[in-house]
């Protein structure tokens, strides 16, 4: 199987990249992950994505740059390496999309777009608001990146409950059960692989 080069951009815990790194190499999902990209030296991404044999490089630690310098920096990394599609996992920092890289770049967000999304809306800060607001259910939302904060054409979307006593903790670890399968599943679509689907999850 052939891979299609890839990258992602991380910026905390790379259970996304680990996850797919393993999909990849048990041939089920068809990437070749050449680089892993951080905003953040020292983070656990890093080090799984040497584990997993993946180039790695950390930009701007020192949030030196603004939005469009850290762009022009990323996506040169990016197109130096032959990628043609960037995952973003984690990365938090706003990252403006050139005109070339339109459609190219994805993200999962843990929430069902348009609700509990933008500037801000991060880890458990979502889903906090989701228990504060007292949704009776969440999930998690793949979809490309535009230059608005969660904005761009959705791919994926996967459903689960919240329970009247989950902590904000208890509520991601089911939101992650649930991007575990809608990431890969957002990626086989935008690959146009058959067989994907574009909802699903567990409400029971």
């Known amino acids: 199987m052939i891979g299609h080069p890839t990258a992602i951009l991380v910026a905390g815990t790379g259970r996304h990249l680990d996850h797919l790194a393993r999909l990849s190499a048990q041939s089920e ?85 348009p609700a509990f999304g933008g500037q801000g809306f991060y880890g458990d800060r979502v889903h906090q608001a989701v228990l504060d607001r007292g949704c009776k259910v969440s999930g998690c939302t793949v979809h490309y990146v535009d230059n608005v904060f969660d904005h761009g054409p959705i791919l994926v979307q996967r459903v689960c409950p919240v329970w009247p006593d989950d902590t904000a903790h208890d509520l991601a670890d089911r939101v992650f059960e649930q991007e575990r399968i809608a990431y890969p599943d957002g990626i086989r679509l935008h690959l146009g692989m058959a067989g994907a689907q574009g909802l699903g999850g567990q409400l029971s």
């Open 29 to 113: 999902l068809p990437l070749d992950i050449r680089l892993c990209i951080s905003h953040r030296p020292g983070v656990r991404a890093l080090e799984l994505a040497r584990q997993h044999g993946i180039a790695s490089l950390v930009v701007d630690p020192e949030r030196k740059l603004g939005p469009e310098a850290l762009s022009s920096e990323v996506f040169q990394a990016l197109d130096e390496q032959g990628i043609e599609t960037a995952l973003l996992a984690g990365f938090l920092r706003f990252l403006p999309i050139p005109a070339a890289w339109q459609g190219r770049v994805l993200n999962v967000h843990p929430s069902l777009l």
